[in-house]
């Protein structure tokens, strides 16, 4: 039976268009959900929009327009970059969306029904520029710290959320469950957190005279729900909370979030949200590092600015996949540059894996019809190239399982090398002038083995690189790779299937456009 597995990516902030720390957080869950789905798990993939909230509205007073128009903008912009990046995605969810509304009410009722949320007044420091209440702790010299812009005195009457009550029961369940939070040295980040000092309860509300653009409260009318309850709920929302459907999603596999996100909102609120509601909690929080410079980069020797996404269209979504798995040790920061994107494009996808298949496609046109022939000797270098692939193709699944995915490449790459390697040894070019049966034989096996192995090699591209994979996989023949059971073993199922016309996978270009 096949497993179900249920992953999230954190939903964006309506309040701005969208950049490389987006593009990335999708394209890495992306890459999960295409291999668990190759693995034969039943996958669910939500990502979407966090519409509400102040900058929103705030953004909207200045443009004379309603909140709801710059969202449905943002959405179409958000939902555009899913689509250029070829993400994989079951379900989309916006926060305005009735179905959330009516989860977000629901469950606010419940906990109140509960007592788990109290009315109380609130008197303290609030920063307009951070939206958010501060302490005298934050200061820095005495005086608060440029982020949060003017701080003003405020006092407001607001509803709480009990967080505070679930502090230990929190500290031992992050302690004895090891593998909730991936990577492992995040959860000492939040333990210290949760041990460092005592939880205060959750403002949850905002009264409607400052913040209209909200969920209303069910069971008062004259507040809005603030951020986090609306947010984190979209992960029961998207799993169809209160209908049949839930049971079937619910807990979630993995929520994958960026490290800003982890503490406080999603390794503290979140678990407690869901213990006061009785809901099992998610399985795993994978957490990925930043891209720095993700807006632009001046590119050092050009002058240029290039913006990261517009590699998207200037050199495929295969090839931007590719670079950013191949750059981010997930749960790393990494640097954007365009000359590193360059020098990967250049190097890795056009000489070593362009090269090789419009090589073997030249070949195999010229000297055995366009079909892959069989295989009839077996040397050293073929001995060579298979001992290869049994040492690099028994890891690939185990990086993959581990979110290794930048090793993984690099491995599956050491190997695209080693079959160029191979053809410069086989040097079939040279065997076609040979009128001698025994070079034939060595000229139908070296091209038939570089098919063999160059599906072999793009097999577990497939999550990266899905078009291309699927590209190539056509070109020489090869079965399709929906599903990985059997296809890494090394065999002879291409014999006899035609080959390609001569393609170019990866065109050079002249310079990016800036
Ligand atoms: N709306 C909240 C999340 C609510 S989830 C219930 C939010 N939105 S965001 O637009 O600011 O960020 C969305 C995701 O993008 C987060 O996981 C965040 O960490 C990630 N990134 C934003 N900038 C990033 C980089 N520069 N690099 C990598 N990812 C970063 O937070």
Same mark, same amino acid.
């Given at each position: ?11 964006? *902030? ?61 959405? &179409? ?37 509960? &007592? ?5 007044? *609130? ?34 009457? =607001? ?6 009550? *679930? ?14 939070? *991936? ?90 949200? /869901? ?10 929080? /994978? ?63 056009? =000489? ?9 496609? =030249? ?6 019809? &366009? ?84 599906? /072999? ?28 059971? &059997? ?28």
């Amino acid at each position: 039976m096949s497993k179900k597995f249920y992953i999230t990516t954190a939903i964006d *902030y309506a309040n701005g268009s969208p950049h490389l720390g987006h593009a990335y957080e999708k394209v890495l869950t992306d890459i999960v959900a295409r291999f668990r789905r190759m693995m034969g798990d039943e996958v669910k993939f939500l990502t979407g929009l966090d519409e509400h909230g102040q900058k929103v509205q705030m953004s909207a007073q200045k443009q004379g327009v309603a909140p709801i128009e710059i969202c449905d903008r943002l959405a &179409g912009e958000f939902q555009g970059l899913c689509q250029r990046l070829e993400i994989s995605n079951d379900d989309y969810i916006r926060t305005t969306q009735a179905r959330h509304k009516a989860v977000v009410q629901e469950i606010l009722q419940k906990l109140y029904d509960k &007592g788990e949320i109290y009315k109380s007044d *609130y008197n303290g420091f609030y920063s307009v520029r951070q939206e958010q209440f501060v302490t005298e702790k934050e200061k820095v010299d005495g005086k608060w710290p440029e982020i949060y812009g003017d701080v003003v005195e405020v006092t407001e009457t =607001n509803y709480f959320f009990k967080l505070a009550q *679930y502090q230990d029961w929190l500290i031992e369940t992050i302690e004895k469950n090891e593998s909730m939070i *991936y990577p492992r040295f995040r959860s000492a980040d939040v333990l210290q957190f949760l041990k460092k000092e005592d939880l205060n309860d959750l403002c949850i509300s905002r009264p409607k005279e400052r913040l209209e653009w909200g969920i209303e409260l069910p069971f008062d009318t004259g507040f809005v729900t603030y951020v986090w309850f609306d947010a984190l709920t979209n992960y029961i929302t998207g799993a169809g909370y209160g209908t049949d459907e839930f049971e079937k999603h619910w807990p979630a596999d993995y929520h994958v979030i960026g490290k800003d996100i982890l503490v406080p909102p999603h390794a503290v609120y979140w678990p407690i949200m /869901l213990k006061a509601l009785d809901i099992e909690l998610p399985k795993h929080f /994978l957490v990925h590092g930043w891209w720095l410079s993700s807006g632009a980069k001046m590119s050092k020797s050009t002058g240029d600015v290039v913006n990261p996404l517009d590699l998207i269209e200037q050199f495929g979504a295969d090839a931007f996949r590719y670079f950013v798995t191949r750059e981010m040790n997930v749960g790393q920061d990494s640097e954007f540059s365009l000359e590193l994107f360059m020098s990967r494009y250049n190097s890795d996808l056009a =000489n070593d894996l362009g090269n090789l298949v419009s090589r073997l496609l =030249n070949m195999g046109g010229r000297y055995t019809e &366009g079909k892959v022939p069989a295989v009839s000797v077996d040397e050293t270098p073929e001995q060579e190239l298979r001992k290869l692939w049994s040492e690099i193709g028994g890891e690939l699944v185990d990086l993959y399982e581990n979110f290794q995915f930048h090793k993984a490449l690099d491995r599956i790459f050491t190997f695209i090398s080693g079959i160029n390697k191979y053809a410069e040894t086989r040097a079939p070019w040279k065997l076609a002038k040979s009128e001698d049966p025994a070079d034939r034989a060595k000229l139908e096996t070296s091209l038939a083995y570089m098919a063999e192995a160059l599906r /072999l090699g793009v097999v577990l591209l497939t999550p990266v690189m899905p078009a291309i994979s699927s590209k190539v996989r056509q070109l020489i023949g090869a079965e399709d790779f929906a599903m990985l059971d &059997g296809q890494l073993e090394w065999g002879t199922t291409l014999e006899g299937k035609s080959l390609g016309e001569k393609t170019i996978l990866f065109p050079r270009p002249e310079r990016p456009k800036a």
